[in-house]
């Protein structure tokens, strides 16, 4: 059967400088890029503690892809921060040399007959799991970190599973081109590419992937130009991107942060994920009439404000860092320790506690923490901030920090706290 007119000739692709060396250089760098995707996206999984129960976990189905799950420490306090800030800025960063690795490798989507055979369908089958799980996490990512919540389901849900989808097309797309990979690379000088504009730009030899166009057009831009181009896009992404996880004043860098570059002045000016408003909670919610209960061994206990107040005062430096790549520097937060309050509730030993929000029944409304995160002494039911009472926003009367824990466990607006063993 003759190829359909179009892309599947093999003379509609022209581009000179397409051919395995070019493609290998793309490759080179997400054969890097992706495994510190995957792994900082796996531990950010690991995190959210999503082996405590149903609370915290939104993927029960996972059966044997949650077979790592470790208890997440809370040493150092920036772990997560740095992960996930390594996570969201590398999947931006990546994006034009992912765009770069599909153009180059776009006669190979059209290849005619479509299956020559059964081998041959097993490798197409595994290049639509690599392409179609790239774009899918890419794109689901990305939507994600610019708060477009447009996908049917959960995220978080849909990016797990295609990560581990995109991953197994990863693994076997590397075995069977590894070698070729290599090849390709030492088939041609990266300082004579450097050197080579356009004029001197020849096709590589032609090639059995068919990537080397047949009836290639005269060139328009060098194989450096090319590389130039991605590596000038990636850059730009990374000045507008990496300032919201470093902060400080590269803050202002940060273009693409959804949240904006200026969260604000004095004590409580730094970053809010959801406002009081946005979740529904009213400051009369939050007023006189507020109380903490705290169950236990015991009977249960309710505490004003005042009275916590009154209690033992603890401090710790630490940062807010969310899954979004975002975070803050580290600010100086004050209230009770977990501990102490486990020891109010008669559980010291406690293994798990569960944080309840004045927030209605929904997404971050509550969580469970662990044992580990109670019992680290800067781990803290806060009530200050930077030497003031928290903001409505950022969670009065009471919320939670942990050192290491992602954003979204950090519950705000606590109204009950229920440790247990
Ligand atoms: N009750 C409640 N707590 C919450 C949230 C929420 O929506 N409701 N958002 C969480 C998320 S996703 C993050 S990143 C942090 C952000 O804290 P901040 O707004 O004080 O910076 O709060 C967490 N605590
Ligand atoms: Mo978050």
Not at 133 to 149: H, K, R, S
Not at 181 to 202: I, P, Y
Not at 311 to 340: F, Y
């Amino acid at each position: 059967m003759p190829a359909p007119p179009g892309p599947f000739r093999p003379g509609f692709w022209r581009s000179p400088i397409r051919g395995p060396w070019l493609t290998s250089v793309f490759g080179l760098v997400l054969l890097v890029g992706i495994p510190i995707l995957f792994v900082t996206g796996a531990l950010s999984y690991a995190a959210y503690n999503p082996d405590l129960g149903p609370l915290n976990d939104q993927t029960p189905d996972k059966g044997l892809l949650g077979f790592y799950l470790f208890d997440w420490p809370t040493h150092p306090a920036w772990l997560y921060r740095l992960t996930q800030g390594v996570h969201v800025t590398l999947g931006v960063v990546l994006v034009p040399v992912v765009l770069a690795k599909l153009w180059s490798v776009i006669p190979k989507l059209f290849e005619w007959p479509p299956v020559r055979s059964a081998a041959h369908a097993l490798e197409r089958l595994s290049l639509l799991m690599l392409v179609g799980g790239a774009v899918f996490e890419f794109v689901t990512g990305i939507l994600n970190i610019q708060l477009y919540y447009v996908f049917p389901g959960s995220f978080y849900t849909l990016h797990f599973y295609g990560a581990w989808v995109f991953i197994a097309a990863f693994v076997i797309h590397v075995a069977l081109k590894l070698g070729r990979l290599v090849r390709a690379l030492g088939s041609r000088s990266l300082w004579g590419e450097l050197r080579t504009g356009v004029a001197g730009t020849r096709p590589e030899p032609p090639d059995t992937d068919g990537l080397v166009a047949v009836d290639p057009a005269p060139p328009t831009i060098a194989r450096r130009g090319a590389l130039a181009l991605v590596g000038a896009g990636s850059l730009a992404l990374f000045v507008v991107t990496a300032g919201q996880s470093i902060g400080g004043w590269t803050r202002a860098t940060a273009l693409l942060a959804p949240h904006g570059r200026e969260p604000g002045d004095g004590p409580n000016g730094f970053q809010i994920n959801k406002t009081a408003a946005a979740v529904g909670i009213s400051a009369a919610m939050v007023g006189p009439d507020w109380r903490l209960e705290v169950h236990g061994a015991g009977p249960v206990q309710v505490f004003t404000r005042e009275q916590l107040l009154a209690m033992r005062q603890r401090s710790a430096q630490l940062p807010i860092a969310c899954v979004e790549g975002w975070s803050t520097t580290d600010q100086h937060w004050s209230g009770l320790r977990l501990a102490d309050l486990a020891a109010v509730a008669g559980l010291p030993d406690a293994t798990d506690v569960l944080v309840e929000s004045v927030q209605p029944p929904g997404p971050y409304s509550s969580v469970v923490l662990r044992g580990n995160q109670i019992r680290d002494p800067r781990s803290l039911l806060a009530l200050h901030v930077n030497g003031v009472d928290l903001s409505l926003d950022h969670g009065y009367p009471a919320r939670i920090i942990v050192p290491a824990n992602p954003g979204v466990n950090n519950t705000k607006w606590v109204r009950r706290l229920t440790f247990r063993t």
